[in-house]
């Protein structure tokens, strides 16, 4: 198996690469910008492939902005959101069609790298806002995927996080010794996590139930 992670620099995107690494005869990893606050996540991804000694691929799609409107992860008349995550709140943070855009870039460079696995790391609390990370909808782009493309063999779109919830591939991680002190959930722009966004709630909430200490609130990345 060879397969293109797309990683956002993220808890659960670097759980699935830490995950593939050790499964996959080769690993490469995708980052796309495309205008989000938290552009720290990138500096993460970076750090996170240069331990692993995993090729990585950095896209700038920062003009990408200019077309999915108002959401509080790229807007600068939007304010991202603070407090646990609901159903209005994640609509705040919802851009439009990302995921079939992220797909899409990874599957030209997979058809081209002659890989057959795009990995992508949505999960169970993503299902329901986000329609995008949604099992129809994976299943469906993989089909696309097949079909628009010249393929030596049938391209997967792997998901082995869609039923899980964070705690549980935050749990994974750590028993396969993912370095979590290099990622970055914060949806602010800041150089220190807020805690106070959605994504800082539900990150100290994983480790809180996992019943283990955050590294990243001890060593911020520089």
Known sequence: MKAVVLLSGGLDSTTLLYLLKGQCDEVKALTIVYGQKHVREVIAAGQTCKKLG?????????????????????????????????????????????????????????STLKFDIIAYAAHAGDHTIYPDCRKPFFTSAETTINIGNWLDKPMKVLVPFSDMPKTDILKLGISIGADYSLTWTCYKGDLRPCGKCGACVERAEAFRVAGFKDPLLEEVIA
């Open 54 to 110: 995993v090729e990585w691929l950095l896209l700038n799609f920062t003009d990408l902005k200019k077309v999915v409107g108002e959401s509080a992860l790229v807007s600068k008349n939007a304010e991202v959101p603070e407090g646990s995550y609901t159903d209005e709140t994640m609509k705040q943070t919802v851009v439009p069609n990302r995921n079939m855009i992220l797909l899409s870039v990874a599957a030209a460079w997979a």
